[in-house]
Protein backbone atom coordinates (compact mmCIF):
# COMPACT_ATOMS: atom_id res chain seq x y z
CA UNK A 1 0.00 0.00 0.00
CA UNK A 2 1.68 3.51 -1.38
CA UNK A 3 1.83 6.07 2.04
CA UNK A 4 -0.81 8.81 1.86
CA UNK A 5 -0.31 12.22 0.25
CA UNK A 6 1.03 14.83 2.58
CA UNK A 7 -0.94 17.91 1.47
CA UNK A 8 -4.24 16.24 1.30
CA UNK A 9 -7.09 18.98 1.42
CA UNK A 10 -4.66 21.58 0.98
CA UNK A 11 -4.20 24.69 -0.55
CA UNK A 12 -0.96 26.18 -2.20
CA UNK A 13 0.03 29.16 -3.74
CA UNK A 14 3.28 29.80 -6.01
CA UNK A 15 4.28 32.67 -7.25
CA UNK A 16 6.59 32.79 -10.76
CA UNK A 17 4.51 29.49 -11.12
CA UNK A 18 4.89 29.60 -14.83
CA UNK A 19 8.23 27.83 -15.32
CA UNK A 20 11.72 26.63 -13.55
CA UNK A 21 11.66 26.91 -9.96
CA UNK A 22 8.20 27.86 -9.49
CA UNK A 23 6.51 25.13 -11.76
CA UNK A 24 8.81 22.38 -10.32
CA UNK A 25 7.43 23.53 -6.89
CA UNK A 26 3.82 23.42 -8.05
CA UNK A 27 4.31 19.72 -9.60
CA UNK A 28 5.89 18.43 -6.16
CA UNK A 29 3.39 20.22 -4.01
CA UNK A 30 0.57 18.50 -6.68
CA UNK A 31 2.17 15.26 -6.34
CA UNK A 32 1.54 15.52 -2.25
CA UNK A 33 -2.13 15.72 -2.70
CA UNK A 34 -2.38 19.98 -2.87
CA UNK A 35 -4.63 21.88 -4.69
CA UNK A 36 -2.29 25.18 -6.24
CA UNK A 37 -3.16 28.75 -7.19
CA UNK A 38 -0.94 29.15 -9.83
CA UNK A 39 0.31 32.96 -10.13
CA UNK A 40 2.44 34.50 -12.65
CA UNK A 41 2.42 38.39 -15.15
CA UNK A 42 2.22 35.71 -19.15
CA UNK A 43 -1.40 34.73 -18.87
CA UNK A 44 -0.64 32.23 -21.95
CA UNK A 45 2.69 30.45 -20.38
CA UNK A 46 1.08 30.33 -17.47
CA UNK A 47 -2.06 28.67 -18.29
CA UNK A 48 0.19 25.95 -20.47
CA UNK A 49 1.56 24.87 -17.56
CA UNK A 50 -1.36 25.00 -15.30
CA UNK A 51 -2.40 22.40 -18.08
CA UNK A 52 0.90 20.20 -18.06
CA UNK A 53 0.13 19.94 -14.25
CA UNK A 54 -3.38 18.79 -14.59
CA UNK A 55 -6.68 19.38 -13.21
CA UNK A 56 -5.29 20.52 -8.93
CA UNK A 57 -3.43 23.62 -10.81
CA UNK A 58 -4.77 26.65 -11.58
CA UNK A 59 -4.10 29.71 -13.59
CA UNK A 60 -4.05 33.07 -11.76
CA UNK A 61 -2.28 36.18 -14.26
CA UNK A 62 -1.10 38.10 -12.00
CA UNK A 63 1.11 40.93 -11.91
CA UNK A 64 2.04 40.75 -8.10
CA UNK A 65 3.94 44.64 -8.26
CA UNK A 66 0.18 45.31 -8.71
CA UNK A 67 -1.38 45.24 -4.82
CA UNK A 68 -4.54 45.77 -6.41
CA UNK A 69 -4.08 43.01 -8.38
CA UNK A 70 -3.32 41.24 -5.94
CA UNK A 71 -6.14 41.49 -3.53
CA UNK A 72 -8.39 40.36 -6.61
CA UNK A 73 -6.42 37.12 -7.28
CA UNK A 74 -6.49 36.40 -3.07
CA UNK A 75 -10.33 37.16 -3.22
CA UNK A 76 -10.57 34.29 -6.30
CA UNK A 77 -8.47 32.23 -5.09
CA UNK A 78 -10.84 32.24 -1.40
CA UNK A 79 -13.66 31.94 -4.03
CA UNK A 80 -12.53 29.01 -5.75
CA UNK A 81 -11.10 27.23 -2.34
CA UNK A 82 -12.43 28.67 0.43
CA UNK A 83 -9.37 29.39 1.85
CA UNK A 84 -5.10 29.18 1.25
CA UNK A 85 -2.89 26.85 3.17
CA UNK A 86 0.38 26.83 1.88
CA UNK A 87 2.03 30.58 0.25
CA UNK A 88 5.58 30.06 -1.56
CA UNK A 89 6.91 33.75 -2.80
CA UNK A 90 9.15 32.40 -5.49
CA UNK A 91 8.81 34.94 -8.02
CA UNK A 92 11.56 37.31 -8.52
CA UNK A 93 13.12 39.42 -11.41
CA UNK A 94 17.16 40.50 -11.74
CA UNK A 95 17.46 43.28 -14.03
CA UNK A 96 21.05 43.35 -15.25
CA UNK A 97 22.60 47.09 -14.12
CA UNK A 98 25.31 48.78 -12.31
CA UNK A 99 23.73 51.32 -9.79
CA UNK A 100 24.89 54.09 -11.78
CA UNK A 101 23.85 53.19 -14.94
CA UNK A 102 20.42 51.78 -13.20
CA UNK A 103 17.37 52.84 -14.77
CA UNK A 104 14.70 53.81 -12.87
CA UNK A 105 11.71 52.10 -14.45
CA UNK A 106 14.05 48.36 -13.98
CA UNK A 107 14.64 49.45 -10.27
CA UNK A 108 10.93 50.07 -9.32
CA UNK A 109 9.90 46.52 -11.37
CA UNK A 110 12.79 44.84 -9.52
CA UNK A 111 12.31 46.16 -6.26
CA UNK A 112 8.65 45.85 -6.59
CA UNK A 113 9.08 41.93 -7.92
CA UNK A 114 11.02 40.86 -5.38
CA UNK A 115 10.19 42.84 -1.89
CA UNK A 116 6.98 44.75 -2.61
CA UNK A 117 5.15 41.19 -4.50
CA UNK A 118 5.67 39.16 -1.62
CA UNK A 119 4.70 41.41 1.07
CA UNK A 120 1.10 41.77 -1.13
CA UNK A 121 0.57 38.22 -0.93
CA UNK A 122 1.71 37.49 2.51
CA UNK A 123 -0.47 40.94 3.51
CA UNK A 124 -3.26 39.00 1.85
CA UNK A 125 -2.48 35.43 2.43
CA UNK A 126 -2.56 35.69 6.67
CA UNK A 127 -6.43 35.91 7.24
CA UNK A 128 -7.05 33.42 4.92
CA UNK A 129 -4.66 31.55 6.48
CA UNK A 130 -5.96 32.38 10.18
CA UNK A 131 -9.16 31.28 9.07
CA UNK A 132 -7.88 27.67 8.20
CA UNK A 133 -5.86 27.12 11.76
CA UNK A 134 -2.88 27.96 10.75
CA UNK A 135 -0.52 27.90 7.54
CA UNK A 136 3.23 27.99 5.96
CA UNK A 137 4.61 30.73 4.39
CA UNK A 138 8.36 30.10 2.40
CA UNK A 139 10.21 32.73 1.19
CA UNK A 140 12.84 32.06 -1.63
CA UNK A 141 16.01 33.53 -1.59
CA UNK A 142 19.58 33.66 -3.23
CA UNK A 143 23.18 32.51 -2.18
CA UNK A 144 23.46 36.04 -3.50
CA UNK A 145 22.43 37.31 -0.23
CA UNK A 146 25.75 36.36 1.03
CA UNK A 147 27.70 37.26 -1.82
CA UNK A 148 26.39 40.05 -4.19
CA UNK A 149 26.98 38.93 -7.85
CA UNK A 150 28.11 42.15 -10.06
CA UNK A 151 25.38 44.10 -11.48
CA UNK A 152 23.14 42.51 -9.61
CA UNK A 153 23.79 44.18 -6.22
CA UNK A 154 19.88 45.50 -6.07
CA UNK A 155 18.47 41.66 -6.47
CA UNK A 156 21.08 40.27 -3.78
CA UNK A 157 19.85 43.99 -1.84
CA UNK A 158 15.65 42.78 -2.01
CA UNK A 159 16.16 39.23 -1.22
CA UNK A 160 17.98 40.04 1.62
CA UNK A 161 15.68 42.26 3.17
CA UNK A 162 13.00 39.47 2.20
CA UNK A 163 15.07 37.13 4.84
CA UNK A 164 15.09 40.37 7.14
CA UNK A 165 11.17 40.12 6.52
CA UNK A 166 10.58 36.73 7.58
CA UNK A 167 12.18 36.86 10.81
CA UNK A 168 10.28 39.54 12.06
CA UNK A 169 6.89 37.90 10.68
CA UNK A 170 7.99 34.81 12.88
CA UNK A 171 7.10 36.74 15.71
CA UNK A 172 4.27 38.39 14.39
CA UNK A 173 2.42 35.76 12.75
CA UNK A 174 3.44 32.70 15.90
CA UNK A 175 0.01 33.20 17.71
CA UNK A 176 -1.58 32.52 14.53
CA UNK A 177 0.26 29.23 13.73
CA UNK A 178 1.68 30.38 10.48
CA UNK A 179 5.17 29.30 10.10
CA UNK A 180 7.43 31.76 7.79
CA UNK A 181 10.56 29.54 6.40
CA UNK A 182 13.04 30.94 3.49
CA UNK A 183 14.76 28.50 1.58
CA UNK A 184 18.14 30.27 -0.38
CA UNK A 185 18.79 29.11 -3.14
CA UNK A 186 22.14 28.55 -5.47
CA UNK A 187 22.47 28.09 -9.21
CA UNK A 188 19.92 26.22 -10.82
CA UNK A 189 20.06 24.19 -14.18
CA UNK A 190 16.39 25.56 -15.69
CA UNK A 191 16.21 29.45 -14.89
CA UNK A 192 14.29 32.06 -17.05
CA UNK A 193 15.75 35.05 -14.67
CA UNK A 194 18.42 36.23 -17.25
CA UNK A 195 16.40 35.85 -20.66
CA UNK A 196 16.30 40.00 -20.62
CA UNK A 197 19.63 40.47 -20.24
CA UNK A 198 21.14 43.11 -22.92
CA UNK A 199 23.72 41.24 -24.28
CA UNK A 200 26.57 43.91 -24.14
CA UNK A 201 26.08 43.59 -19.97
CA UNK A 202 25.39 40.03 -20.17
CA UNK A 203 29.56 39.69 -21.87
CA UNK A 204 30.55 42.23 -19.09
CA UNK A 205 28.95 40.44 -16.61
CA UNK A 206 30.72 37.20 -17.87
CA UNK A 207 33.98 38.38 -17.62
CA UNK A 208 33.58 39.99 -14.24
CA UNK A 209 31.87 36.87 -12.95
CA UNK A 210 34.71 34.21 -14.71
CA UNK A 211 37.67 36.85 -13.39
CA UNK A 212 36.72 36.78 -10.01
CA UNK A 213 35.11 32.90 -9.44
CA UNK A 214 31.26 33.56 -8.38
CA UNK A 215 30.40 30.68 -10.77
CA UNK A 216 33.47 28.15 -9.02
CA UNK A 217 32.66 29.54 -5.63
CA UNK A 218 28.76 28.53 -6.22
CA UNK A 219 29.59 24.98 -7.39
CA UNK A 220 27.72 23.69 -10.50
CA UNK A 221 23.80 23.98 -10.74
CA UNK A 222 20.92 21.72 -8.98
CA UNK A 223 17.89 20.39 -10.43
CA UNK A 224 14.96 22.66 -9.23
CA UNK A 225 13.25 19.83 -9.07
CA UNK A 226 15.80 18.94 -5.51
CA UNK A 227 15.05 22.49 -4.82
CA UNK A 228 11.21 21.74 -4.85
CA UNK A 229 11.26 18.67 -2.78
CA UNK A 230 13.09 20.81 -0.13
CA UNK A 231 10.30 23.17 -0.34
CA UNK A 232 7.59 20.44 0.35
CA UNK A 233 9.49 18.79 3.17
CA UNK A 234 9.33 22.27 4.58
CA UNK A 235 5.32 22.70 4.32
CA UNK A 236 5.11 19.29 5.52
CA UNK A 237 7.05 19.39 8.69
CA UNK A 238 4.88 18.32 12.05
CA UNK A 239 3.12 21.24 12.75
CA UNK A 240 5.04 21.72 16.21
CA UNK A 241 7.82 22.08 14.63
CA UNK A 242 9.52 24.13 12.01
CA UNK A 243 12.44 24.90 9.50
CA UNK A 244 13.57 28.59 10.03
CA UNK A 245 16.02 28.50 7.14
CA UNK A 246 17.66 26.24 4.68
CA UNK A 247 20.57 26.72 2.53
CA UNK A 248 20.43 24.65 -0.42
CA UNK A 249 23.81 23.78 -1.82
CA UNK A 250 25.38 21.39 -4.29
CA UNK A 251 27.47 18.72 -2.04
Request: aromatic share 4%.
Amino acid sequence: MSAPARLDGKVAVVTGASRGLGKRICEALVSEGSRVAMLSRGADRLQAAASEIGPSAAAFPTDIVDPQAVLRTFAAIQHQYGGIDILINNAAVGHLQSIEEASDPLLLEEIGANLLGPIYCIRSAIPLMRVRGGGDIVNVSSESVRAPYPFLSVYAATKGAVETLSVGLRAELREDKIRVSVLRSGRLTESGFNRSWPEDRRARYRQIVAQQGYHAASGEPISPQIAARAVVNLVCLPRESSIHFIELRPS
